[in-house]
């Protein structure tokens, strides 16, 4: 009851009398969280935090724009109100949006900087999971994207159900099970990124799109229908099912080229079994740098430049290394 009550007082803090709603917090929140997430893993999986930046600055933008564009299309709303400020104060924002713009920014840019995109998704996916995982308690917060009505009194409780104040009524609590399913995938997704440098780049890419088109997939039909976008066509579940349908073909296309080209569906039995070892700056001219995070450094120490820096983190490493074998 008490988080009942918590979001009843329309939460959220006020700046010099001007009043941020939870819903823009939190949003915000995970943003930057995925800003770390994936700018950890641009590094760990050998490539440069420049070319990061390059993609965050440019994606970001266009992915919002076009989560607020997805809506505002699929709703009908008057294009007068799509980007006032009274509009976007009561919120409208799509998540497939914001995946279809993001992903074709950094489809434009790969090709531009001439970078493997499945590399590159391999990393975004991650902090992509994460956000929209912190995103759905937002919706929480604004009491909205719920399910069908809880009859029975016994599952009247968090994180089963939730009071809606507007229906006066006991809803599942979706936003909330979304939550979890792309949190645990961002989890598991993360220690594939982290640990695993073998062929081929894609999987996650092609895991993330699995996941949460399906996730979306069993959910869209389910929710309450004030938050199915479209009057004649349920837009989010259709691209939804696009999204699962593509992530499943991504699968069988990066794991069967790696076979026919490399002899087995991961890793490589003809030659150079890591998929991550080529290093990609920003510029053609930016040279790799020895790296503690960099999981190529300890694999291939030779081929980065020795410095008295780098020396005193391969010295860092080293007396890390024997305290672990002492113990």
Same mark, same amino acid.
């Given at each position: 009851?008490?988080?009942?009550?918590?979001? $009843?007082?329309?939460p959220?803090?006020?700046?010099?009398?001007?009043?941020?709603?939870?819903?823009?917090?939190?949003?915000?929140?995970?943003?930057?969280? +995925?800003?770390?997430?994936?700018? &950890?893993?641009?590094?760990r999986?050998?490539?440069?935090?420049?070319?990061?930046l390059?993609?965050?600055?440019?994606?970001?933008? @266009? +992915?919002? @724009?076009?989560?607020?564009?997805?809506?505002?299309?699929?709703? !009908?709303?008057?294009?007068?109100?799509?980007?006032?400020?009274?509009?976007? #104060?009561?919120?409208? =924002? $799509?998540?497939?949006?914001?995946?279809?713009?993001?992903?074709? $920014?950094?489809?434009? @840019?790969?090709?531009v900087?001439?970078?493997?995109?499945? #590399?590159? !998704?391999?990393?975004?996916?991650?902090?992509?999971?994460?956000?929209?995982?912190?995103?759905?308690?937002?919706?929480?917060?604004?009491?909205?994207?719920?399910? !069908?009505?809880?009859?029975?009194?016994?599952?009247h409780?968090?994180?089963?159900?939730?009071?809606?104040?507007?229906t006066?009524?006991?809803?599942? +609590?979706?936003?909330?099970?979304?939550?979890?399913?792309?949190?645990?995938?961002?989890?598991?997704?993360?220690?594939?990124?982290?640990?695993?440098?073998?062929?081929p780049?894609?999987?996650?890419? &092609?895991?993330?799109? @699995?996941?949460?088109? =399906?996730?979306?997939?069993?959910?869209?039909?389910?929710?309450?229908?004030?938050?199915?976008?479209?009057?004649n066509?349920?837009?989010?579940l259709?691209? $939804?099912?696009?999204?699962?349908a593509?992530?499943? *073909?991504?699968?069988?296309?990066?794991l069967?080229?790696?076979?026919?080209?490399?002899?087995?569906?991961? !890793?490589?039995?003809? *030659?150079?079994?890591?998929?991550?070892?080529?290093?990609?700056?920003?510029?053609?001219?930016?040279?790799?740098?020895?790296?503690?995070?960099?999981?190529?450094?300890?694999?291939?120490?030779?081929?980065?430049?020795?410095?008295?820096?780098?020396?005193?983190?391969?010295?860092?490493?080293?007396?890390?290394?024997?305290?672990?074998?002492?113990?």
């Amino acid at each position: 009851m008490f988080i009942n009550n918590l979001l $009843s007082e329309n939460p959220g803090i006020t700046v010099f009398g001007f009043k941020i709603h939870a819903y823009a917090l939190i949003i915000v929140c995970g943003m930057i969280a +995925a800003f770390f997430v994936i700018s &950890a893993l641009f590094r760990r999986r050998n490539m440069s935090p420049d070319l990061f930046l390059t993609f965050f600055c440019i994606t970001l933008p @266009i +992915a919002i @724009i076009t989560t607020r564009l997805f809506y505002c299309i699929t709703d !009908g709303m008057p294009v007068s109100e799509w980007f006032s400020f009274e509009s976007i #104060r009561r919120g409208g =924002l $799509s998540i497939i949006g914001g995946i279809l713009g993001g992903t074709a $920014s950094v489809v434009v @840019i790969c090709i531009v900087k001439k970078v493997n995109f499945f #590399r590159v !998704g391999d990393c975004v996916v991650v902090g992509l999971l994460l956000a929209q995982s912190i995103g759905r308690w937002a919706n929480f917060a604004n009491q909205e994207v719920y399910g !069908g009505v809880v009859e029975n009194a016994s599952l009247h409780f968090f994180p089963v159900s939730v009071f809606i104040e507007d229906t006066g009524k006991y809803h599942y +609590a979706f936003c909330v099970y979304e939550s979890l399913v792309t949190l645990t995938a961002a989890i598991l997704l993360f220690i594939n990124g982290w640990k695993n440098p073998n062929k081929p780049n894609g999987v996650n890419t &092609a895991c993330y799109f @699995i996941v949460y088109g =399906l996730t979306r997939s069993i959910m869209e039909p389910l929710r309450d229908s004030s938050f199915i976008l479209g009057e004649n066509v349920p837009w989010s579940l259709v691209f $939804s099912l696009l999204l699962l349908a593509f992530g499943l *073909g991504l699968l069988f296309y990066v794991l069967y080229k790696n076979k026919r080209e490399e002899g087995c569906l991961l !890793g490589s039995k003809t *030659g150079e079994k890591y998929g991550i070892a080529a290093y990609i700056g920003d510029t053609k001219d930016e040279k790799p740098k020895f790296d503690k995070w960099n999981m190529m450094c300890k694999i291939y120490p030779e081929n980065y430049p020795k410095t008295e820096e780098n020396d005193k983190v391969e010295v860092e490493k080293e007396e890390t290394d024997e305290k672990e074998i002492e113990k």
